[in-house]
């Protein structure tokens, strides 16, 4: 089984920066190769958990409208770790944010991370 550990999350003023950090242990089945697609969902107080950003191990990069222009997602194929970079924070980004990996028809999701906007 895959296993997902998130960092960085924390307190930010307005207009502040973050990186958040996710890291994959573990496998599916016998496979060696690296998870196809990681990627960062949040949920924030009283909402639905949304989809952020996603990456694919060849590279293949899709964001949502939240964070296109701020965020910034990436990822080291060779440490199964997938990051997200959180620029010009507001307030509406205060979530808990949570890493999933999916591959092969497997889906992992991490523990979360808090993220909290505020003056």
């Known amino acids: 089984q895959v296993q997902l550990v998130e960092s960085g999350g924390g307190l930010v003023q307005p207009g502040g920066s973050l990186r958040l950090s996710c890291e994959a242990s573990?496998?599916?089945?016998?496979?060696?190769?690296?998870?196809?697609?990681m990627g960062w969902h949040r949920q924030a107080p009283g909402k639905e958990r949304e989809l952020v950003a996603g990456?694919?191990?060849?590279?293949?990069?899709k964001y949502e409208d939240p964070a296109k222009g701020r965020f910034t997602i990436s990822r080291d194929n060779d440490k199964n770790t997938v990051y997200l970079q959180l620029n010009d924070l507001n307030i509406e980004d205060t979530a808990v944010y949570y890493c999933?990996?999916?591959?092969?028809?497997?889906?992992?999701w991490g523990q979360g991370t808090q993220v909290t906007v505020s003056s």
């Open positions: 573990g496998t599916w089945g016998s496979t060696t190769s690296s998870i196809y697609w």
């Open positions: 990456i694919t191990n060849f590279g293949s990069i």
């Open positions: 999933k990996a999916a591959d092969r028809g497997n889906v992992a």
